[in-house]
């Protein structure tokens, strides 16, 4: 009897300790796995994009292969983030600080600049959180750029996880300096809504937008153009049989890789843009894309073939 007991006893003190065994092998493992967590980091790097600087250097075609955002263009820089940062998930945040871990040495936010000025386009990085000195905050990956007082501006978000708290600055892309964002009222006013109003007069806006779109599967806007998000938009475009292919055929080659065809802010004007346009994408040998002006009150339609004639029409048919 008692040798049965011992066996039993054995047989379960092995068991415990197997179990005991597992539970910490299991216990490593989910440590391993936090661990993880802490140090997994989120990447957003956009590699340099074709530039062409074209027609005295007033237009500018912005290609990215494998897709489209990360970029921001300007009048004298097209720009791109390069970003490495901690994925922040909840067992990270301190609840009495009511914070986010600060920025550690190996995190960076650099936006890295590409200079339209100077041939071969050099780059120039700018250092976010160099700049900002305090290591409290972080970088939002959305990316615009803004022109002002004859200068380029980057608008970040900075924001700290946990609390909401967020603050917005503006980064001055010539000198490489921070600016207070309160300073930038116009900011978040469209520069071509004036463009727009005129362009729409017998709703030759929409005519243009929706010839763009059928025919080459391109969005026409008042101061640029660029792709429709849909990869399946993008496959179909074919401008071949276009002015601009025969102008330009080493910018149309990236055509489905467009990321923005645009006149720089300083050189921009609404009758060279929209005469421009009619001209690049009307069929080749054609003068002009053929766009029609509707008469509200009778249906008539007239066909546009310049910003002059538009305003002309504009002139005799006032609302």
Not at 76 to 98: A, F, G, P, T, W
Not at 107 to 134: M, R
Not at 155 to 164: D, F, I, Q, S
Not at 183 to 188: H, I, S
């Amino acid at each position: 009897m008692d040798k049965k007991i011992k066996i039993i006893f054995c047989i379960l003190l092995m068991t415990i300790v197997s179990a005991g065994f597992l539970l910490l092998r299991k216990s490593g493992q989910k440590q391993t796995q936090n661990n993880s967590k802490v140090l997994k980091y989120i990447d957003a790097k956009t590699e340099k994009p074709t530039i062409h600087l074209f027609d005295d250097n007033k237009f500018v075609f912005v290609a990215q292969k494998d897709g489209i955002g990360g970029i921001a263009f300007g009048q004298d820089y097209v720009s791109v983030l390069d970003v490495h940062q901690k994925e922040i998930n909840e067992s990270m945040i301190d609840r009495e600080k009511n914070g986010s871990p600060k920025i550690a040495k190996d995190e960076y936010f650099n936006i890295i600049s590409y200079d339209l000025n100077v041939s071969g386009f050099p780059s120039k990085k700018t250092e976010l959180y160099q700049l900002l000195g305090k290591k409290e905050y972080r970088g939002a990956y959305d990316i615009n750029q803004y022109y002002a007082d004859n200068k380029d501006y980057i608008p970040v978000t900075l924001y700290k996880v946990g609390n909401n708290e967020s603050k917005d600055i503006m980064v001055d892309i010539t000198n490489q300096k921070i600016e207070d964002f309160e300073n930038f009222e116009d900011y978040g006013k469209s520069p071509f809504s004036t463009a727009e109003q005129e362009m729409s007069k017998g709703n030759v806006y929409n005519n243009i937008r929706q010839a763009m779109k059928e025919k080459y599967h391109l969005k026409f806007t008042a101061g640029y153009i660029d792709t429709l998000l849909s990869k399946e938009d993008r496959e179909k475009i074919d401008i071949s049989n276009t002015n601009f292919a025969q102008d330009y055929p080493e910018m149309a080659k990236d055509i489905k890789n467009l990321a923005r065809l645009y006149m720089r802010p300083k050189q921009y004007s609404t009758k060279e843009w929209f005469d421009t346009v009619l001209h690049w994408f009307a069929p080749k040998g054609q003068d002009v894309l053929e766009v029609y002006a509707t008469d509200p009150n009778t249906g008539e339609k007239t066909q546009i073939k310049s910003y002059d004639e538009l305003m002309v029409w504009s002139a005799n048919h006032p609302e």
